[in-house]
Protein backbone atom coordinates (compact mmCIF):
# COMPACT_ATOMS: atom_id res chain seq x y z
CA UNK A 1 0.00 0.00 0.00
CA UNK A 2 3.19 2.08 0.72
CA UNK A 3 4.16 2.20 -2.49
CA UNK A 4 1.29 3.03 -4.41
CA UNK A 5 0.12 5.63 -1.82
CA UNK A 6 3.83 7.35 -2.25
CA UNK A 7 3.45 6.99 -6.24
CA UNK A 8 0.11 8.74 -5.86
CA UNK A 9 1.16 11.81 -3.59
CA UNK A 10 4.51 12.30 -6.01
CA UNK A 11 1.78 12.64 -8.91
CA UNK A 12 -0.20 14.81 -7.17
CA UNK A 13 2.75 16.75 -6.42
CA UNK A 14 3.93 17.15 -9.95
CA UNK A 15 0.55 17.67 -11.51
CA UNK A 16 0.35 20.75 -8.68
CA UNK A 17 3.39 22.35 -9.97
CA UNK A 18 2.85 21.49 -13.43
CA UNK A 19 -0.59 23.34 -13.29
CA UNK A 20 1.60 26.25 -11.51
CA UNK A 21 0.11 25.58 -8.07
CA UNK A 22 1.94 26.86 -5.08
CA UNK A 23 2.76 24.14 -2.66
CA UNK A 24 2.38 25.09 1.04
CA UNK A 25 1.57 22.52 3.76
CA UNK A 26 -1.94 22.57 3.08
CA UNK A 27 -2.13 21.65 -0.44
CA UNK A 28 0.14 18.92 0.99
CA UNK A 29 -2.29 17.63 4.04
CA UNK A 30 -4.84 18.07 1.22
CA UNK A 31 -3.21 15.80 -1.12
CA UNK A 32 -2.71 13.38 1.18
CA UNK A 33 -6.63 13.21 3.10
CA UNK A 34 -7.80 12.84 -0.43
CA UNK A 35 -5.43 10.09 -1.56
CA UNK A 36 -5.52 7.94 1.99
CA UNK A 37 -9.95 8.16 1.70
CA UNK A 38 -9.57 7.13 -2.50
CA UNK A 39 -7.43 4.25 -1.45
CA UNK A 40 -9.55 3.36 1.23
CA UNK A 41 -12.95 3.27 -1.03
CA UNK A 42 -10.66 1.42 -3.87
CA UNK A 43 -9.65 -1.49 -1.09
CA UNK A 44 -13.63 -1.22 -0.16
CA UNK A 45 -14.41 -1.69 -3.82
CA UNK A 46 -11.81 -4.32 -4.85
CA UNK A 47 -12.99 -6.56 -1.65
CA UNK A 48 -10.45 -5.22 0.53
CA UNK A 49 -11.83 -5.43 4.12
CA UNK A 50 -12.01 -1.50 5.92
CA UNK A 51 -14.08 -2.76 8.59
CA UNK A 52 -14.51 -6.02 9.83
CA UNK A 53 -18.51 -6.16 10.67
CA UNK A 54 -18.10 -9.43 11.74
CA UNK A 55 -15.89 -9.23 14.68
CA UNK A 56 -17.36 -5.52 15.46
CA UNK A 57 -20.74 -7.43 15.81
CA UNK A 58 -18.64 -9.94 18.29
CA UNK A 59 -17.08 -7.49 20.10
CA UNK A 60 -20.25 -5.55 21.24
CA UNK A 61 -22.02 -8.97 22.01
CA UNK A 62 -19.46 -9.40 24.44
CA UNK A 63 -19.51 -5.75 26.02
CA UNK A 64 -23.31 -6.65 26.21
CA UNK A 65 -22.64 -9.50 28.44
CA UNK A 66 -20.53 -7.10 31.35
CA UNK A 67 -23.92 -4.67 30.81
CA UNK A 68 -25.79 -7.87 31.45
CA UNK A 69 -23.88 -9.40 34.18
CA UNK A 70 -23.79 -5.64 35.88
CA UNK A 71 -27.63 -4.88 35.24
CA UNK A 72 -29.72 -7.82 35.18
CA UNK A 73 -32.88 -6.61 36.12
CA UNK A 74 -32.57 -3.51 33.65
CA UNK A 75 -31.03 -6.18 30.64
CA UNK A 76 -34.37 -8.67 31.85
CA UNK A 77 -36.56 -5.72 31.64
CA UNK A 78 -35.00 -4.41 28.36
CA UNK A 79 -35.21 -8.24 26.69
CA UNK A 80 -38.70 -8.46 27.57
CA UNK A 81 -39.72 -5.38 25.38
CA UNK A 82 -37.50 -7.00 22.45
CA UNK A 83 -39.44 -9.97 23.22
CA UNK A 84 -42.70 -8.31 22.36
CA UNK A 85 -41.27 -5.52 19.88
CA UNK A 86 -40.53 -9.05 17.44
CA UNK A 87 -43.88 -10.48 17.72
CA UNK A 88 -46.28 -9.98 14.59
CA UNK A 89 -48.63 -6.97 14.67
CA UNK A 90 -50.00 -4.81 12.39
CA UNK A 91 -46.49 -4.14 10.98
CA UNK A 92 -44.16 -7.17 9.86
CA UNK A 93 -41.32 -7.74 11.97
CA UNK A 94 -39.22 -6.93 8.49
CA UNK A 95 -41.09 -3.14 8.83
CA UNK A 96 -40.47 -3.19 12.37
CA UNK A 97 -36.55 -3.82 11.51
CA UNK A 98 -36.94 -0.98 8.59
CA UNK A 99 -37.84 1.59 11.19
CA UNK A 100 -34.93 0.34 13.60
CA UNK A 101 -32.59 0.68 11.32
CA UNK A 102 -33.89 3.96 9.45
CA UNK A 103 -33.06 4.98 13.52
CA UNK A 104 -29.91 3.59 14.11
CA UNK A 105 -28.92 5.12 10.48
CA UNK A 106 -29.63 8.44 11.93
CA UNK A 107 -28.55 8.41 15.35
CA UNK A 108 -25.26 6.69 13.70
CA UNK A 109 -25.35 4.20 16.46
CA UNK A 110 -22.89 1.60 14.90
CA UNK A 111 -23.43 -1.26 17.11
CA UNK A 112 -27.36 -0.43 16.97
CA UNK A 113 -27.28 -0.77 12.77
CA UNK A 114 -25.30 -4.26 13.08
CA UNK A 115 -27.96 -5.33 15.67
CA UNK A 116 -30.98 -4.74 13.13
CA UNK A 117 -29.30 -4.82 9.80
CA UNK A 118 -28.49 -8.95 11.95
CA UNK A 119 -32.29 -9.07 12.38
CA UNK A 120 -33.12 -7.60 9.34
CA UNK A 121 -31.71 -10.28 7.19
CA UNK A 122 -32.53 -13.11 9.56
CA UNK A 123 -36.29 -11.73 8.78
CA UNK A 124 -36.14 -11.97 5.22
CA UNK A 125 -35.35 -8.15 4.84
CA UNK A 126 -33.95 -7.40 1.29
CA UNK A 127 -30.91 -5.30 -0.13
CA UNK A 128 -33.84 -3.39 -2.07
CA UNK A 129 -35.90 -2.84 1.16
CA UNK A 130 -32.50 -1.40 2.95
CA UNK A 131 -31.52 0.91 -0.01
CA UNK A 132 -35.44 2.44 0.44
CA UNK A 133 -34.25 3.17 4.17
CA UNK A 134 -31.16 4.58 3.30
CA UNK A 135 -32.56 6.66 1.23
CA UNK A 136 -35.43 8.13 3.63
CA UNK A 137 -32.01 8.79 5.95
CA UNK A 138 -30.37 10.47 2.98
CA UNK A 139 -33.86 12.48 2.86
CA UNK A 140 -34.29 13.27 6.18
CA UNK A 141 -30.28 13.50 7.29
CA UNK A 142 -28.09 14.66 3.99
CA UNK A 143 -24.75 13.88 4.69
CA UNK A 144 -24.57 11.86 7.38
CA UNK A 145 -27.75 9.86 5.78
CA UNK A 146 -25.33 9.70 3.30
CA UNK A 147 -22.40 7.79 5.49
CA UNK A 148 -24.14 5.86 7.62
CA UNK A 149 -26.25 4.42 4.72
CA UNK A 150 -23.32 3.26 2.97
CA UNK A 151 -21.84 1.78 6.28
CA UNK A 152 -25.21 0.24 6.89
CA UNK A 153 -25.07 -1.37 3.04
CA UNK A 154 -21.65 -2.29 3.89
CA UNK A 155 -22.67 -4.28 6.76
CA UNK A 156 -25.87 -5.90 5.05
CA UNK A 157 -22.97 -7.26 2.22
CA UNK A 158 -20.76 -8.24 4.73
CA UNK A 159 -23.15 -9.68 7.60
CA UNK A 160 -24.64 -13.41 7.73
Not at 1 to 19: E, K, P
Not at 60 to 75: T, Y
Request: net charge positive.
Amino acid sequence: MSIFLNQMYTRLLILLIIHGKTINIFNVIAICEWVTYNWKIFQRIKGGNIMDYKKERELNGAMNKEIINSSPEIMKAFGDLHAVYTKESAATLIEKEMVALGISITIKCIPCMLAHITSFKKAGGTREQLIDVIKTCILMNGGPGTAYGAKALAMYDDLD
